[in-house]
C-alpha cells in the first residue's frame, strides 16, 4: 500500500482536459514540494513536474500542477493519444526519511 | 545532457548477493544527492535508498535495511548499490536517480531458485 493515494484510472477523450489527483499527509505532501512522472511501457519514470507546478524544459505547457495542504493534482488539458501513460506523484517524507511515491495511475486516451 | 546507465543485474538465488553500478556522465556528479528506486513487475515505484552529495548520509527503505548498502565514488562517477540476502521480492526493474529528476534505463534483478 502506497504512502500517497491516487486513483487507479483516468480517462477522457482527444483535446479534453483531465485531472489526477495525489492524497497524502502532514509529513509527506503537507511538508514537501511534489513531483510528477509519466511513464510509457518499457521505459524509466520520465519527470513531468517538479516543486509542484514547475515544468522541466521540454515539457509542454498541456501540463499544469498544483497542491494545496497535504494533496495535489496534475492536470492535463487538450488531451493527446501519446499522453496515455502511467502518471506518478512522488514526494519526500519527513517521518520515513525517504521518498514515497503514489500507486500511479493509468491514463487512457479513449 | 545527464546520462546514468545501471549494470549489475542478473538472476541470483534466494539469500544470494549482487552489486548494482550507476555510472553518471555529462553532469557534475558529486554536485548531487542519489537514490535507488526500485519497480516491481506490474507495480509502482518505490525509494529503496538515498544517498547525500558527499556519501556521508544514507538512509533506507525499512524492507532492505540491514541487507543493502548505498555508496558512491565521486572520482569515478559512479554510484552503487550492495545487495546481500537477498528475497524474491526484491525482483525488480533497478532504477538510479538523481535529485530523482533524471533516471537511468534500469537494470532487472530476478531473486528465484
Known amino acids: 500500500q502506497s504512502e500517497l493515494t491516487q486513483p487507479p484510472s483516468a480517462s477522457g477523450t482527444p483535446g479534453q482536459r483531465v485531472t489526477i489527483s495525489c492524497s497524502g499527509s502532514s509529513s509527506n505532501i503537507g511538508t514537501n514540494t511534489v513531483n510528477w512522472y509519466q511513464q510509457l511501457p518499457g521505459t524509466a519514470p520520465n519527470l513531468l513536474m517538479y516543486?509542484?507546478?514547475q515544468r522541466p524544459s521540454g515539457v509542454p505547457d498541456r501540463f499544469s500542477g498544483s497542491k494545496s495542504g497535504t494533496s495535489a493534482s496534475l492536470a492535463i488539458s487538450g488531451l493527446q493519444s501519446e499522453d496515455e501513460a502511467d502518471y506518478y506523484c512522488a514526494t519526500w517524507d519527513a517521518s520515513l526519511k525517504g521518498w514515497v511515491f503514489g500507486g500511479g495511475t493509468k491514463l487512457t486516451v479513449l | 545532457e545527464v546520462q546514468l546507465v545501471e549494470s549489475g543485474g542478473g538472476l541470483v538465488q534466494p539469500g544470494g548477493s549482487l552489486r548494482l553500478s550507476c555510472a553518471a556522465s555529462?553532469?557534475?556528479?558529486?554536485?548531487?544527492?542519489m537514490d535507488w528506486v526500485r519497480q516491481a513487475p506490474g507495480k509502482g515505484p518505490v525509494w529503496v535508498s538515498h544517498i547525500n552529495e558527499d556519501g556521508n548520509t544514507t538512509t533506507y527503505a525499512d524492507s532492505v535495511k540491514g541487507r543493502f548498502a548505498i555508496s558512491r565514488d565521486n572520482a569515478k562517477n559512479t554510484l552503487y548499490l550492495q545487495m546481500n540476502s537477498l528475497r524474491a521480492e526484491d525482483t525488480a526493474v533497478y532504477y538510479c536517480?538523481?535529485?530523482?529528476?533524471?533516471w537511468g534505463q534500469g537494470t532487472l534483478v530476478s531473486v528465484s531458485s
Open positions: 516543486d509542484n507546478n
Open positions: 536517480a538523481m535529485a530523482l529528476t533524471a
Open positions: 555529462g553532469v557534475t556528479f558529486s554536485d548531487y544527492w
